[in-house]
Nanobody, 115 residues
């Protein structure tokens, strides 16, 4: 199976920025649309951003204009630049294919936005 490893999370104050990375273990990554997902405390995991093989992107309304998803197929890596962070962005962030592969969920990376 393809292993996906998220990194870059941490504790940040409201209004701050973080850049998350998602590295894939194999080159098959380049074929598929990729997505960033997040799961806030007490809520279900949901997709917040996606990027297709050719580079087209889509975002959930709550992050549009603040988050930017990008990919580097040569490095088997997907990024999420998060600006103007809000407390409601606090969650565990995951990457996966879209549609997601059940056996490719990683451990995620924690993002905490707090004063």
């Amino acid at each position: 199976q393809v292993q996906l490893m998220e990194s870059g999370g941490g504790l940040v104050q409201p209004g701050g920025s973080l850049r998350l990375s998602c590295a894939a273990s194999g080159s098959i990554f380049e074929i598929y649309t990729m997505g960033w997902y997040r799961q806030a405390p007490g809520k279900q995991r949901k997709m917040i951003a996606s990027i297709a093989r050719g580079g087209s992107t889509d975002y959930v309304e709550s992050v549009k204009g603040r988050f930017t998803i990008s990919r580097d197929n040569a490095k088997n890596t997907v990024y999420l630049q998060m600006n103007s962070l809000k407390p409601e962005d606090t969650a565990v962030y995951y990457c996966n294919f879209w549609p997601p592969w059940d056996d490719s969920w990683g451990q995620g990376t924690q993002v905490t936005v707090s004063s």
